[in-house]
Every structure is written in C-alpha cells, then in structure tokens.
C-alpha cells in the first residue's frame, strides 16, 4: 500500500484556516488522495479527494502540488466541530481497494 | 448522503459469548463492505474486506474463526464476535463502498457510527 506521512496533532483558533499537510511521495500514477475525518467516538466520514487539480467542496479545499507527493487539505475558517482526526489515504479510483488509514493528525481548535 | 447504518452502537456481554454487528448500506448497493477495529487513540486496523456473495478476505494477524463475517446480500454485511474475550473489547467501524456497476456515482467509503463492545 502506498505510504502517508501527517503531523501527529496541530492546533488552531476558530475562525481561521487550518492547512492540514500530508505527504506521499511514492504515490502512483493511478492513486487518488482522498481525506477524511473522524470525530470523537464516531465512524470517518469522507472530506474530499483529488488526482491532479486543486478541489474545493462545502467541507474544504485540497492543494495538490505540481508532483503530486504532498497535499493539503485547507479548512477555510475552523469550527469547534472540526476538532477530530484528519486522514489522508491514497488509493484507485473506481476499485474496491481497501481504505488503509495512517495514524492521521489530530486537530485541536481553539475557541 | 449516503447513510451506513451499524447497528448496536453499543453492547456488552459476558466472556465467552458471541456478539453479532450488523452494517447496512440504507440507499445504496454495497458489493464491498470493509471492517475495522480501533483501541483507544489508535488508528483503525482494517480487519477484513467482504464482498458480497463470497468469502472475506482477513489481514494477516486477524483470526478467521474468531471473527465471522458474513455479506449475504448487497446493502448488509455481519460480523460475529465468537467466544469473546475482555482482549476483543473495541470500537468496531464497518464501511461500505458503492457499487461500482452502477456506474462511479460516488468514489468515497461510507462509514457506519460504529459499535463499541466491551467484554466483561
């Protein structure tokens, strides 16, 4: 399986952006990064996921650089309730691949 | 969005007992269910896929015979704790992936509340 590498924690105040980075620099021509997250004691619940081009949807934006081993997922101006576990997964589109999840980054905001 | 409903969200039972966790894709065709084992402040381990129709196929380390999983038809998928052990208390996360002949509606997994199980 392709390999993530996230910040273990980082922290925000509400109300401002948060840039969640995460690497990949064995990731595959055919791998789609997707993040999601997941709240104190509940299942994940999928955030967004992009190939190639920068993605943007209600939740967030996701920058993926030129090369495509890093991204990062942007939360345009934090809540209390993003506060959770951030995972980035990279995997084929259309597949029934399993989703393996990293040890993510756990955000804290701030009021 | 779409809905992944698991069910109990939380149970627990005697030593030596079995327990049964049902997931259910509610509005849509699951052909591949994955479940998911989490301690406290770790990760989720993937303990097996479930196509529907087959047998699961288990990550290494994860006994067969001690976690039964069963996907008889395409919006459910059963997992059976069998003779459970103070050692099996977790969080249990099923998800669900939509199927894929129908065309690539969505891409994301879907995922259930979990179930929290704790053997006494």
């Known amino acids: 399986d392709a390999k993530t590498t996230q910040p273990n924690s980082m922290e925000s105040n509400e109300e401002e952006p948060v840039h969640l980075p995460c690497n990949h620099s064995t990731i595959s021509g055919t791998d789609y990064i997707h993040w999601y997250r997941q709240l104190p004691s509940q299942g994940p619940e999928y955030v967004i996921h992009?190939?190639?081009s920068n993605v943007n949807n209600r939740m967030a934006s996701l920058a993926i650089a030129e090369d495509r081993k890093s991204s990062t997922l942007i939360l345009h101006r934090a809540t209390l309730r993003d506060a959770a576990v951030y995972y980035c997964?990279?995997?084929?589109?259309?597949?029934?691949?399993?989703?393996?999840f990293g040890k993510g980054t756990k955000l804290t905001v701030n009021p | 969005g779409a809905v992944v409903s698991q069910h109990p969200s939380r149970v627990i039972c005697k030593s030596g007992t079995s327990v049964k966790i049902e997931c259910r894709s509610l509005d849509f065709q699951a052909t591949t269910m994955f479940w998911y084992r989490q301690f406290p402040k770790q990760s989720l381990m993937l303990m097996a896929t479930?196509?529907?129709?087959?047998?699961?196929?288990?990550e290494q380390g994860v006994e067969k015979d001690k976690f039964l999983i069963n996907h008889a038809s395409l919006t459910l998928s059963t997992l059976t704790v069998t003779s459970a052990h103070p050692e099996d208390s977790s969080f249990y996360i099923c998800?669900?992936?939509?199927?894929?002949?129908?065309?690539?509606?969505?891409?994301?997994?879907?995922f259930g509340q979990g179930t929290r199980l704790t053997v006494v």
């Open positions: 479930s196509n529907e129709g087959s047998k699961a196929t288990y």
């Open positions: 992009g190939l190639t």
């Open positions: 997964i990279l995997r084929v589109q259309g597949g029934s691949e399993k989703l393996v």
């Open positions: 998800s669900a992936l939509e199927n894929p002949d129908r065309g690539l509606i969505r891409d994301e997994a879907f």
